[in-house]
RNA sequence: UCCAGCGUAGCUCAGUGGUAGAGCGGUCGGCUGUUAACCGAUUGGUCGUAGGUUCGAAUCCUACCGCUGGAGCCA
């Protein structure tokens, strides 16, 4: 048996000519029936839009054809040709038509819209959905646009460990990684606790939270690098912006302090921007209809505008004077709730904010003390509707203030042996933020719940996929 | 984890103490180069689960499960 090629949808319907002979494979939308033929829309996600095929009548296997439902799977072989139709461009004439999948009529996809609570509830068929085809469409360019962005400016991927022996990196809870089984009495001591020496790495390990420790090290020795990677947390939070599994994007860089690293992170965000504007129009223009009607509004409002730029004081100075009813207290000292980082936002800057010297108090270890000895070099990039999107610092490089420092915060600093070293030998100014790839899609796509820009989201009580 | 709300047909939802409903989908028929096609008929239910109140519960009460929104923690 002998095919074409099959062609995707996307480049057959970007054709400048007619084709005598195409062959497209993929997954029925919809089908109506006419006198003498039937229309079958054709989708294999290489596109938002479908292909029309006319099946004729004189289909060997029309009876078939004609049975086709939603959800289907066929291979198609014909001509494509100018649609006499409105609404397309091309479509294409079948001359034969092959059921691979039939789909039983329980098939819970419709033409109809569906909400997102009920996709989520059919996760492995969702990405056969308008909004979820969209979406992981643009997460992979946005994939791309990442590494070209880094590429372009000389930093040099770097790859992190994902199970880590450090279970202070300063932030969120850790999930165990072990081999032991806690039932055994044999992975225990005589104490009856658990024996880290008789587990696999012979000493307590954990999903990394974050790989900014890892990639200073690499800084320090390839100047400026990237990491990105899974990042896991098991916090217990139950909101549309938390998941325990994510991605997170941290470029770390030497010879560099919070200025620049403020400068490339506001960089960053409009590059992403732009990028999804300048090669998933399609997909925009969905979520723009169906998702949030303000979205192109907003995000060509962002890369058009520059940032705005406040230290934690001026911030808190603002707020205090805005006026407004917070629930929460605003003072000096004290960590911006999220209805204050919205005030903000979206309320006094109508833009994105990157707020940075905070007290040193509310930040971790290794954030860079200023002059002032009260504040750290640490900053929050904010954005309307997501809040914090980026979070980043320049790092201690000297050597006693980052020990103090350790100390103050409870920690035993000969536990960070290797941390500290890269402060005994040749140390440098140097600076790294994080950014959380799938926050960065919501805010680009509109998109309210985090659970749906990750194709199989991991949340606590929820793993089924 | 805390606060609030919601679970009724494959999907979206109405029904708020007295015979379980509509639209869409599916099926059958009609019409038709259609565009979330249209017209007619038909199919489809353990009303989240378990108790309780009542002559009678989808409806009221309790517990549990699930989902959603908000908060905290954060990216």
């Excluded at 829309?41 to 009876?63: C, K, M, P, V, W």
């Excluded at 880590?164 to 081999?179: I, K, N, Y």
């Excluded at 940032?307 to 207290?329: H, M, N, W």
């Amino acid at each position: 048996m002998t095919y074409l090629s099959p062609t995707p949808i996307k480049d057959a319907l970007r054709s400048n000519a007619p084709i005598d002979a195409v062959r497209l494979q993929g997954w029925v939308r919809t089908r109506r029936d006419s006198k003498d033929f039937s229309f079958i829309e054709l989708n294999d996600g290489s596109s938002l839009r479908n292909l029309q095929i006319i099946a004729r009548n004189t289909l060997s296997n029309y009876a078939d054809v004609q049975r086709l439902t939603t959800g289907a799977s066929i291979a198609v072989s014909g001509a494509l040709v100018a649609s006499q139709g409105k609404g397309q461009k091309w479509e294409l004439v079948a001359d034969k038509i092959e059921v691979i999948g039939t789909a039983e009529d329980s098939y819970p996809l419709q033409k109809k819209g569906h909400t997102p609570e009920f996709l989520r509830e059919i996760a492995h068929l969702r990405p056969r959905s308008n909004l979820f085809s969209s979406i992981l469409r643009v997460r992979s360019r946005l994939a791309f646009a990442v590494h070209e962005f880094f590429q372009d400016r000389g930093f040099i991927y770097v790859h992190t460990p994902i199970i880590t022996g450090s279970d202070c990196e300063g932030a969120g809870e850790l999930f165990r990684v072990t081999t032991l089984d806690p039932a055994a009495a044999e992975s225990r001591t005589t104490d009856g606790e658990i024996d880290y020496k008789k587990d696999f790495f012979a000493r307590p390990t954990y999903l990394t939270v974050s790989g900014q420790l890892e990639a200073e090290a690499l800084a320090l020795a390839l100047s400026k690098v990237y990491t990105f990677g899974p990042t896991f947390r098991a916090e217990n939070s139950n909101t549309s912006r938390h998941a325990s599994e994510f991605w997170m994007i941290e470029p770390e860089m030497a010879f560099c302090d919070l200025n620049g690293n403020m400068t490339l992170a506001e960089e960053f965000v409009k590059y992403l921007i732009a990028d999804a504007r300048k090669h998933c129009p399609d997909e925009m223009e969905l979520f723009a209809k169906f998702v949030d009607k303000e979205l192109l509004v907003r995000i060509d409002f962002v890369v058009e505008r520059p940032f705005q730029r406040i230290t934690y004081s001026d911030a808190v100075d603002l707020l205090k004077k805005s006026g407004e009813k917070f629930e929460f207290p605003i003072d000096y000292g004290l960590n911006l709730q999220s209805e204050h980082e919205r005030w903000l936002t979206e309320k006094h800057f109508k833009c994105p904010v990157t707020v940075f010297n905070f007290p040193k108090e509310i930040k971790p270890f290794y954030m860079r003390l200023n002059e002032d000895g009260k504040t750290v070099a640490a900053m929050d990039l904010l954005v309307p509707g997501i809040g914090e999107i980026v979070g980043g610092s320049q790092r201690e490089e000297r050597l006693e203030v980052l020990q103090e420092n350790m100390r103050r915060h409870d920690m035993v600093p000969a536990d960070y042996k290797w941390y500290l070293d890269l402060r005994r030998y040749g140390t440098a100014p140097h600076s790294g933020f994080g950014l959380g790839f799938e926050r960065m899609l919501m805010f680009i796509t509109g998109v309210p719940n985090i659970r749906d820009v990750i194709p199989f989201a991991r949340t606590p009580g929820s793993a089924e996929f």
